[in-house]
């Protein structure tokens, strides 16, 4: 960790506490001390990763039964905040559209945030909690005619690639475009996803959404 000066915020708990073996892992990618099914071990390795790329560092202390803290370490900014922007401006014609998309993402706000920018810029949005929800969607001939399915990698139940898959059949031709907190060569390192994929890694600008979402769109089918 670089000397200098650093904002900490740091997060206490009473809980059960980690073993040194689970502190050892704990950053990794889909790690998880949860059943099969109840976690996906995302959140802890999203966190280090932002972290880690803002200049920061994490501290981990904890004991069995005594609980935890973490503390998280961002280098301080001396410069004056910016002033907050009203509205955001309206993206540029090119990045419009007015195509059909199925979005798939198990977390609320992200589900919510994602929509309604997707719907500011003309898009006609769908949306379900998780794979299954989507695939009841489609097969019981509720949805419209869709043009792409934007659907996170890592859920419960169903994963993206499954969906994906199943999505295939359904509806052939179907543009996919799959987004998680990990770097797409995380994804595929891990075998999660092949090579090649249409991906877009969270946090996102809502530019970055709608020029990936254009991109795939504009692409044969």
């Known amino acids: 960790m670089a000397p200098g000066p650093y904002v900490v915020i740091a997060v206490s708990d009473t809980g059960s506490g980690m073993s040194e073996a689970t502190q050892s892992h704990m950053f990794e990618p889909f790690f998880t001390t949860k059943e099969l099914g109840k976690g996906t071990g995302l959140g802890l390795a999203t966190v280090y990763g932002i972290v880690k790329q803002s200049g920061g560092n994490i501290w981990v202390y904890s004991e069995l039964g005594h609980g935890t803290t973490i503390k998280v370490y961002l280098p301080r900014v001396d410069a004056p905040a910016e002033p907050l922007g009203g509205a955001a401006p309206a993206a540029p014609d090119s990045l419009r559209g007015t195509e059909t998309i199925l979005l798939v993402e ?116």
């Open 106 to 221: 198990d977390e609320p706000a992200v589900r919510a945030v994602t929509r309604q920018l997707l719907a500011r810029e003309g898009y006609t949005v769908l949306e379900a909690p998780d794979g299954r929800a989507a695939i009841a969607m489609i097969d019981g001939g509720s949805s419209p005619r869709l043009d792409l399915v934007l659907t996170d990698v890592v859920m419960p139940g169903m994963s993206g690639r499954a969906l994906a898959h199943r999505l295939a059949t359904l509806c052939p031709g179907v543009r996919v475009l799959f987004m998680s907190g990990y770097t797409d060569d995380a994804i595929v390192r891990h075998g999660v996803l092949e090579s090649g994929l249409a991906y877009l890694q969270k946090p996102f600008r809502p530019e970055a959404l709608l020029r990936k979402v254009r991109e795939v769109l504009n692409h044969p089918a």
